[in-house]
């Protein structure tokens, strides 16, 4: 059974940095696509970025693009987030999720979900 378990999130200042990794076990992880995903207070989950099984798509939310970039280390089961320029209408819970694609995990299209990670920015 799959099970994504993300990490890397905390408290920081508006500007500031912050990376978020997903680690995937007990399944093929190389032939699937991620993605990150969040849920602000009082919001939906939204969507915030997806990478192809092979790094060679990626598609972000237009709130992020420019300032997040989303990763991922095949051999390591790994799916990152580098977060810069971080603003406070970024805090949210950030979840991990994998799918068939990319452009599906853009859609909704969710296979699994991580626990989530909080990420918190000070004005």
């Known amino acids: 059974q799959v099970q994504l378990v993300e990490s890397g999130g905390g408290l920081v200042q508006a500007g500031g940095s912050l990376e978020l990794s997903c680690v995937a076990s007990?399944?093929?992880?190389?032939?699937?696509?991620m993605g990150w995903f969040r849920q602000g207070p009082g919001k939906e989950r939204e969507f915030v970025a997806s990478i192809s099984w092979n790094g060679g798509h990626t598609y972000y939310a237009d709130s992020v693009k420019g300032r997040f970039t989303i990763s991922r280390d095949n051999a390591k089961n790994t799916v990152y987030l580098q977060m810069n320029s971080l603003k406070p209408e970024d805090t949210a819970v950030y979840y991990c999720a994998d799918g068939p694609t990319a452009w599906g995990l853009q859609q909704n299209s969710v296979d699994r979900w991580g626990q989530g990670t909080q990420v918190t920015v000070s004005s």
């Open positions: 007990g399944g093929v992880f190389d032939i699937a696509a």
